[in-house]
């Protein structure tokens, strides 16, 4: 298990940019796929971004030209800008951890609590 926190959400006008950042306490943290997810109440939660063990990257449709998930194994840190946001962004963001990755939450098996992501229109 990998221990992951996410810190940078916050409240935003709709057009605007945050950049969520994902603390992991691992020491090979470049063994594995590392993913964005985000969940709105009511609703299941739902792939975002995730980037490969050789930096390949995968977006939902919904995030392409806006989003980009970044990964920087020396410093144990993963990040995910959002630039161009929109209300229907507003979620719980988590960062995902997992050795075999993908699209789907049962791809990982270490996840962060949470950072509240709002976008105001």
């Known amino acids: 298990q990998v221990q992951l926190g996410e810190s940078g959400g916050g409240s935003v006008q709709a057009g605007g940019s945050l950049r969520l950042s994902c603390a992991a306490s691992?020491?090979?943290?470049?063994?594995?796929?590392m993913g964005w997810f985000r969940q709105v109440a009511g609703k299941e939660r739902e792939f975002v971004a995730a980037v490969t063990r050789s930096g390949g990257t995968s977006y939902a449709d919904s995030v392409k030209g806006r989003f980009t998930i970044s990964r920087d194994n020396e410093k144990n840190m993963v990040y995910l800008r959002m630039n161009g946001l929109k209300p229907e962004d507003t979620a719980v963001y988590y960062c995902a951890a997992g050795l075999s990755g993908g699209l789907s939450i049962y791809d990982y098996d270490s996840w962060g609590q949470g950072t509240q992501v709002t976008v105001s229109s």
């Open positions: 691992e020491r090979s943290l470049g063994t594995f796929y």
